[in-house]
Nanobody, 121 residues
């Protein structure tokens, strides 16, 4: 089994910065794509950013130029550096990974428990 554990959420003023971390652990053979999604109250869960094991990144238009995704493959950890935060960035942020556990040769989707990010003065 594979678990994703997030950290780094909290309350920040508009224009501020936060860094989210997510570590994958368990019986992992390989972690492929890792990423972040977010869900605001009453809205669907949307893509924020993804990164492949080779370092290719993809961002939602709403966060381009403000958020940076990165990963440490040796630690199976993904990071999201968020800058110039706006009130509309307020949401629960979920870590996602596509990973192959050691017990199979199939890739599965895994989700973290979510971490709250609130941008408010």
């Amino acid at each position: 089994q594979v678990q994703l554990v997030e950290s780094g959420g909290g309350l920040v003023q508009p224009g501020g910065s936060l860094r989210l971390s997510c570590a994958a652990s368990g019986s992992i053979f390989r972690v492929n794509v890792m990423g972040w999604y977010r869900q605001a109250p009453g809205k669907q869960r949307d893509l924020v950013a993804t990164i492949t094991s080779g370092g290719n990144t993809n961002y939602a238009d709403s966060v381009k130029g403000r958020f940076t995704i990165s990963r440490d493959n040796a630690k199976n950890t993904v990071y999201l550096q968020m800058s110039s935060l706006k009130p509309e960035d307020t949401a629960v942020y979920y870590c996602h990974a596509t990973a192959i556990p050691t017990t199979t040769n199939l890739a599965y989707n895994y989700w973290g428990q979510g971490t709250q990010v609130t941008v408010s003065s």
